[in-house]
């Protein structure tokens, strides 16, 4: 477990890129962003997405649920997934088409599905302890994401 704080939204977007860097090269890796409404999720995705060569702009896709994102040489994927909206698991969206892939594969309101969510993956709870205070809690569950938890 690792424990970090940002005081600004660029200071959280290179977190997420400083976490990109070193989960770049992993096949496959699930990350649970758990934290509440505007605590820093998708600015955290977008350094994330930048880490691996991503040149769109990640936006919230709370009204979609997922955008995938590819490098330009193709090599690379990001899917962006934000539950928010999923109304239970009845739902016809089928999150395990997704959490079943490769890429990294960024969870946002994860337990709105808990049902489905894999056994490894790498949780990462925000707390909102200010206006721009922000606490990041990185925990590794199962999957060999500990090198890049204890790097960062
Ligand atoms: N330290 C910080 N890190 C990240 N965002 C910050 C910070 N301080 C202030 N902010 C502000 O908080 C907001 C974070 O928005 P963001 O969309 O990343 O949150 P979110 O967790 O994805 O929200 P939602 O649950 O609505 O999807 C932005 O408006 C940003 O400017
Ligand atoms: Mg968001």
């Not at 890129?17 to 600015?43: A, H, Q």
């Not at 979609?64 to 997934?81: A, C, E, G, Q, S």
């Not at 994860?110 to 909102?128: C, G, N, R, T, V």
Request: charged share 30%; hydrophobic share 40%; aromatic share 10%.
């Amino acid at each position: 477990m690792k424990i970090k704080k940002t005081y600004s939204e660029h200071e959280t977007e290179a977190l997420g890129y400083e976490l990109g860097l070193l989960l770049k090269n992993e096949p496959k890796i699930v990350i649970l962003l758990d934290g509440e409404l505007g605590s820093g999720k998708t600015t955290f995705t977008k350094g994330l997405a930048r880490a691996i060569g991503v040149i769109d702009i990640v936006n919230s896709p709370t009204y979609t649920i997922m955008k995938k994102y590819k490098t330009p040489d193709r090599l690379k994927v990001l899917y962006h997934l934000d539950l928010y909206r999923l109304e239970g698991v009845g739902s016809d969206f089928d999150l395990e088409e997704y959490i079943d892939g490769f890429g990294m594969i960024v969870v946002e309101w994860p337990y709105q599905a808990d049902e489905l969510l894999p056994k490894d993956y790498l949780l990462i709870q925000i707390k909102k302890l200010g206006e721009m205070e922000r606490e990041f809690t990185l925990t590794c569950v199962g999957f060999p994401c500990k090198r890049a938890v204890h790097f960062i």
